[in-house]
């Protein structure tokens, strides 16, 4: 925007991973006080909107996404709106392997949006011969470390901190399934890591979720912060091994077909071109 502003003529080319409106309602407990809050509000949500009025080219990571922007803003950036997933890199390491252990790993930031409480409260109800493996750091991880002794599962739940992108790949392909039970996701990248190694997925029927996991078909889904269905949800996949072999096997010719970074990447430099013509 600024090069806009000063007259030289670049064209900008706009990427929405999540509208600020969307992740600030799930974030206001992580300000110190309501004024830094709405100050940091007001600052977002003003460069958002000219970055949208600006841009030639908008892209957005999901329909969900795109959806969210056309609520808040209306239909006036439409025509420059353009729906591209975010990719996943194909494993150089040959990790088939790694002994599958009969545990779920969750892969994020330990934030509230994620719900990491409402997998906590889950475990509860899962089977003890299930463990859960938690890779991620956040502002949370204090009060989720707490939460953990607090309800007894210290010995079934493992915090792993943050991990290199090889480690992270090498640790979902030790695990029987990946689990996202966020309330919201404009894509959940996570998603495509796990089909790239053959996991099923479990994860919450919501936003753009969605659009990567068709239930039944190369995951499972669940409503999001219902914990007994969470669970329930949980011990189907893993009291039926040939059904989540399938699965994982569905999702990883999908990763395979439609989000290499390479078939990312062309779809990306399409945009710029129009951008450039615009």
């Not at 969605?210 to 009291?239: C, K, P, W, Y």
Request: proline residues 3%; hydrophobic residues 35%.
């Amino acid at each position: 925007c600024l090069l806009h502003k000063l007259q030289l003529s670049v064209p900008i080319v706009y990427t929405v991973h999540r509208l600020f409106s969307v992740e600030a309602n799930w974030s206001k407990g992580e300000y110190k006080n309501t004024r830094d809050f709405k100050l940091h509000y007001k600052l977002n949500e003003t460069c958002e909107k000219e970055l949208l009025h600006t841009a030639k080219r908008i892209i957005t990571v999901s329909q969900q996404t795109a959806t969210e922007c056309y609520d808040k803003y209306g239909y006036a950036y439409a025509d420059k709106i353009r729906v591209i997933y975010n990719g996943v890199k194909a494993p150089t390491d040959d990790l088939s392997k790694e002994a599958t252990q009969r545990r779920l790993i969750y892969v994020g930031r330990l934030v509230k949006i994620k719900g990491i409480f409402s997998l906590l409260e889950a475990m509860r109800f899962i089977t003890s011969d299930i463990e859960l493996a938690i890779v991620g750091d956040g502002p949370m991880k204090g009060q989720l470390t707490r939460e953990i002794k607090r309800s007894g599962l210290d010995r079934r739940v493992s915090l792993l901190g943050s991990m290199s992108h090889p480690d992270v790949y090498r640790e979902i392909a030790r695990s029987y399934a990946l689990i996202l039970p966020s309330y919201h996701e404009s894509q959940g990248m996570v998603i495509n890591e796990a089909h790239i190694l053959g996991k099923p997925v479990i994860a919450s029927n919501n936003s753009g979720i969605r659009e990567m996991v068709i239930h039944g078909q190369d995951g499972l889904l669940f409503r999001a912060g219902n914990a007994l269905h969470m669970a329930s949800t949980v011990h189907q996949i893993f009291n039926d091994p040939d059904m989540a072999y399938r699965l994982g096997r569905k999702g990883k010719e999908k990763a395979y077909r439609e989000f290499l970074w390479e078939n990312i990447a062309e779809q990306t430099e399409k945009v710029y071109n129009e951008a450039t013509r615009a």
